[in-house]
């Protein structure tokens, strides 16, 4: 009997595997199309449980989480940036050697579903090699903010092409590791695109951010104590942060009960998030502002809202929680799906804000509260991202839902339990070059 031979769906070239779809239709796919769940010609089905899919990936991040904790611990001292380094350094050489390995096969695979890999072959050739670039740049600590910017947009665009492929359900390999392994494209391939984009952008904030948050703040400290003294600020400050950590948890046991579909939804959606968004905004960008203003010294509050201080910020930051109040009670009530949009990107824009939070005091008050203000602000970044893919691509009440309330649980404890380190609010005694 002669042996019947097919083409592949995607290009002419011969299949080598079939998949049957749900009414049964077989379809049939060369080495570099075949969907995940395809079965070579001629072999039994695969038995692969999920997590044994995945086993290549949860080694290699396995490897890097533990190069990064090692490298950190030499490195001798509590340092974000580096271990930030380390990690992104060691996630680049790894895969980029991987996709070099099979260079070939790589290209055809991303060539599939990578947005700017589908108009040019030679940037599919290209992409290996521009990953190992930048693991060299990341291990020897070169490149600077331009490294981290390119990064950031590499990240994003191969993040595009992930989605589109994750929205039109279409099952395809992952190109991830060169097609040395076969990975699915699924929202692991997605988390791993978006903590690389996410790493570089906390790169590039602290970068921008420390040198505006140490820019002249003894000038502004001394208009700060013009309307309170350092004692009274320290008290102020963790009963604001209290309160912001309450907020949260708030905003945490709402989009639980909304998940959840639970009879007290209604109450939360319509009167308890709105109001306490609104309340919360209302409080930080005018009740505070103009009691300041009337009671204490308006100079003073002018030159600090026009000197982008904590006062700036706040106030910013009042006008984001009252436009995701009106935002969130205008859904409860029309059910508008990219008003539920809102609330997260405020989140986000939250969260960015803090990485530029000016702190006043000593040098090494400022220094720590600046860092912990970062790392808060990593989290809301976190959250607020994850929730949005969430909302776009897991309408079905899957996805990413977890990682916004575990980062917003996060957040919650790190402002409840802030304290203002010792010197906070004090004038430095030798003005230092970076204040």
């Known amino acids: 009997m002669n042996k019947i031979n097919h083409t592949c769906e995607k290009c002419s070239m011969d299949a080598t595997f079939l998949k049957a779809d749900g009414s049964g239709l077989v379809h049939y796919y060369c080495d570099h199309h075949a969907p995940v769940e395809a079965t070579r010609i001629g072999t039994a089905p695969s038995s692969a449980t999920g997590l044994k899919k995945f086993l290549p990936l949860i080694v290699i991040f396995s490897s890097i989480i533990l190069f990064t904790i090692i490298t950190s611990i030499i490195h001798g001292q509590l340092d974000a940036p580096f271990s930030m380094r380390m990690m992104m350094g060691s996630f680049f050489l790894i895969f980029s050697l991987f996709k070099i390995f099979n260079i070939q096969a790589f290209a055809d695979a991303y060539g599939t579903y990578d947005v700017v890999a589908k108009r040019s072959r030679v940037y599919a050739f290209v992409y290996p090699f521009l990953e190992l670039l930048l693991a060299v740049l990341y291990l020897a600590n070169l490149g600077g903010i331009a490294r981290d910017v390119f990064t950031f947009i590499l990240m994003t665009v191969s993040t595009i092409g992930v989605v589109q492929k994750i929205r039109e359900k279409e099952e395809v390999p992952c190109a991830c590791l060169g097609m040395v392994f076969k990975v699915p494209m699924t929202w692991v391939t997605l988390i791993e695109d978006v903590l690389m984009a996410l790493e570089a952008l906390f790169m590039i904030l602290m970068t921008i951010g420390k040198p505006l948050a140490y ?3 003894t000038p502004i400290l001394v208009e700060t104590l013009k309307i309170h003294p ?13 309160a912001i950590g309450v907020f949260l948890l708030v905003v945490v ?4 009960i909304e998940r959840k579909s639970w009879k007290i939804q209604k109450v939360f ?3 308890i998030v709105p109001i306490l968004f609104v309340g919360l905004g209302l409080s930080l960008s005018v009740v505070d502002i103009t009691y300041h203003a009337i009671v204490d010294d308006p100079q003073a509050v ?3 809202l026009t000197h982008w201080s904590q006062f700036g910020q706040h106030f910013l930051g009042g006008l984001l929680f009252m436009t995701a109040g009106v935002a969130e009670w205008i859904h409860s009530r029309k059910n508008i799906f990219w008003i539920s949009l809102v609330t997260p990107s405020v989140v986000l824009v939250t969260g960015i804000i803090f990485f530029f939070h000016q702190q006043l005091g000593v040098v090494p008050s400022v220094i720590y509260s600046m860092t912990w203000h970062m790392l808060f602000g990593a989290s809301m970044v976190i959250s607020a991202t994850f929730r949005i893919i969430d909302l776009l691509l897991f309408k079905e009440k899957k996805g990413f839902f977890i990682v916004w309330i575990i980062a917003l649980l ?9 304290r203002e380190p010792p010197g906070a609010y004090e004038l430095p005694a030798i003005t230092d070059s970076r204040i």
Do not use: C, D, N, P
Not at 253 to 256: G, H, L, Q, R
């Open 302 to 304: 002018w030159y600090l």
């Open 269 to 271: 959606s319509k009167y």
């Open 410 to 418: 996060i957040g919650a404890g790190m402002m409840i339990t802030y």
């Open 230 to 242: 350092t004692a009274e600020w320290v008290k102020f400050s963790v009963t604001g942060h209290q």
């Open 253 to 256: 046991i709402a989009s639980i």
């Open 215 to 217: 820019a002249a703040t």
